[in-house]
């Protein structure tokens, strides 16, 4: 019998995956969603983020790296480099997971902007170094914009739908471990 800690775990490690999976399958859907041909919000990198922020042990990095590179391969993006890109953002978050938790989430939001602003200036800067095709800058930035207005739904839509909430500080599991 598999005790409930672990249970827990893999039972959200499979929910990531499986959310990760649905928003590759409806981005791939030949409707088109965005008005006038802006990108939508990336709702992957959006709820890798507030997870890993939230529990980062439900999200490991293995499972990181492999939904963004499928969707890398799936998008025909240069593959490897945004899996690259939100693996050393997520883990950066992950090192201060314990010193976020009691953080107000304006500053929350604040931290994920700047990291989203962090990661799309790496990737035109890798892209610029090795003279590949950019995307349009504005597209980019309106793409940005738009992850980070729809990171709030995100948070609330992960803890109201799947119970997923901070740890609080001094938390401890069931073997006495703090969290």
């Known amino acids: 019998m598999i005790d409930p800690i672990t249970r827990r775990r893999l039972s959200y490690r499979t929910l ?5 999976l649905v928003l590759i399958f409806v981005r791939l859907m030949p409707v088109d969603h965005s008005p006038g041909g802006l990108p939508g919000p990336d709702l992957t990198l959006a709820l890798t983020l507030a997870w890993v922020l939230r529990r980062p042990e439900y999200a490991p990095a293995l499972l990181i ?3 963004f590179l499928l969707e890398d391969i799936m998008f025909w993006r240069p593959i490897g480099l945004w899996a690259l890109i939100v693996l050393g953002a997520t883990e ?3 090192r201060r997971e314990q010193s976020l938790r009691d953080l107000p989430f304006a500053l929350e939001w604040a931290l994920v902007a700047g990291l989203l602003i962090a990661m799309v200036a790496v990737k035109r800067i890798v892209l610029l170094v090795t003279m590949v095709d950019q995307p349009s800058l504005g597209l980019e930035l309106f793409q940005m914009l738009v992850t980070l207005a729809a990171y709030p739904v995100v948070v609330l839509v992960s803890r109201v739908a799947f ?8 938390e401890v599991d069931a073997y006495g471990h703090r969290m």
């Open 65 to 67: 790296v492999l939904v």
């Open 92 to 94: 950066f978050l992950r």
């Open 163 to 170: 119970g997923l909430r901070r740890a609080a500080p001094g």
């Open 16 to 20: 990531f995956v499986v959310i990760g």
